[in-house]
């Protein structure tokens, strides 16, 4: 089985390299570890390249938002790097056991998607133990690691663009992942009311500065939730022509590096 490991980042060097030092010492397991930056202006790039040859590679591209750089991510690692099970975190969340990748691997194996019970949210879990045989079940997903099977990917997709930097669409795309049952369920047979099967971790979560605090910009992510769910499961990296032909260029610089 091939396992790809995915560190999405923007302007965060220093944590970068927390996160990137310890996924090397805690991963035993061959897997490809690919970073994706989203135009980042500080020394981002030179944090990666003291890594070498340990990042299986670096995607790079003009600041799109969440979305399109976890895309970035997705798709190389589903494409590219043909991995069974994408493992994708934010460039704030670190592991800090040894082994930590394999329950992620036989989550998503066994049911196509899984998120990460974050301990904020913890008094919404009301079913399951956390562990990849029995994961908790919450009405609350977050960003900070997600697991996805190439199986589950080839039915639902990337995550909808036009989110752009707004943030909140991880929810919006693990709803898409529940309506085809994967990672999740809905309580209601008449209403979509999804649970979300979510994974204990061993992470250190550092996000003492978040992207996503503006009150307005939450409001419109919740707003674009709703517009954006009743459209079809499956989406592209993109959503239209001009964003295809960048979304291309950039995987295509990424492998003639």
């Given at each position: 089985?091939?396992?790809?490991?995915?560190?999405?980042?923007?302007?965060?060097?220093?944590?970068?390299?927390?996160?990137?030092?310890?996924?090397?010492?805690?991963?035993?397991?061959?897997?490809?570890?690919?970073?994706?930056?989203?135009?980042?202006?500080?020394?981002?790039?030179?944090?990666?390249?003291?890594?070498?040859?340990?990042?299986?590679?670096?995607?790079?591209?003009?600041?799109?938002?969440?979305?399109?750089?976890?895309?970035?991510?997705?798709?190389y690692l589903d494409r590219v790097c043909r991995a069974d099970v994408c493992i994708i975190l934010e460039d704030d969340t670190y592991p800090i056991s040894q082994d930590w990748e394999s329950s992620w691997v036989d989550a998503a194996s066994r049911l196509g998607h899984v998120g990460?019970?974050?301990?904020?949210?913890?008094?919404?879990?009301?079913?399951?133990?956390?562990?990849?045989?029995?994961?908790?079940?919450?009405?609350?997903?977050?960003?900070?690691?997600?697991?996805?099977?190439?199986?589950?990917?080839?039915?639902?997709?990337?995550?909808?663009?036009?989110?752009?930097?707004?943030?909140?669409?991880?929810?919006?795309?693990?709803?898409?992942?529940?309506?085809?049952?994967?990672?999740?369920?809905?309580?209601?047979?008449?209403?979509?009311?999804?649970?979300?099967?979510?994974?204990?971790?061993?992470?250190?979560?550092?996000?003492?500065?978040?992207?996503?605090?503006?009150?307005?910009?939450?409001?419109?992510?919740?707003?674009?939730?709703?517009?954006?769910?009743?459209?079809?499961?499956?989406?592209?990296?993109?959503?239209?022509?001009?964003?295809?032909?960048?979304?291309?260029?950039?995987?295509?610089?990424?492998?003639?590096?």
């Amino acid at each position: 089985m091939r396992i790809g490991v995915g560190v999405a980042t923007f302007n965060r060097s220093k944590k970068l390299k927390v996160t990137l030092e310890n996924i090397l010492l805690n991963t035993p397991t061959d897997v490809d570890i690919v970073v994706a930056d989203d135009g980042s202006s500080d020394d981002t790039m030179h944090v990666i390249e003291q890594f070498g040859t340990r990042i299986s590679n670096t995607i790079t591209g003009r600041n799109h938002g969440a979305a399109w750089n976890k895309n970035r991510l997705l798709f190389y690692l589903d494409r590219v790097c043909r991995a069974d099970v994408c493992i994708i975190l934010e460039d704030d969340t670190y592991p800090i056991s040894q082994d930590w990748e394999s329950s992620w691997v036989d989550a998503a194996s066994r049911l196509g998607h899984v998120g990460y019970a974050a301990p904020w949210f913890a008094n919404s879990f009301v079913g399951g133990d956390g562990s990849a045989i029995s994961p908790y079940e919450s009405c609350n997903t977050t960003a900070q690691c997600a697991a996805f099977s190439s199986y589950a990917l080839s039915y639902v997709g990337y995550m909808d663009s036009r989110f752009g930097k707004l943030g909140g669409e991880h929810v919006e795309h693990s709803m898409r992942f529940v309506r085809n049952r994967f990672g999740g369920y809905s309580i209601s047979e008449t209403e979509f009311t999804p649970m979300y099967y979510l994974l204990s971790g061993n992470f250190v979560v550092s996000a003492e500065e978040s992207y996503f605090t503006d009150e307005k910009k939450i409001s419109d992510s919740i707003k674009m939730v709703h517009d954006l769910i009743d459209g079809p499961d499956f989406r592209l990296p993109w959503s239209d022509n001009a964003q295809a032909v960048e979304f291309r260029s950039e995987i295509e610089s990424s492998l003639n590096k």
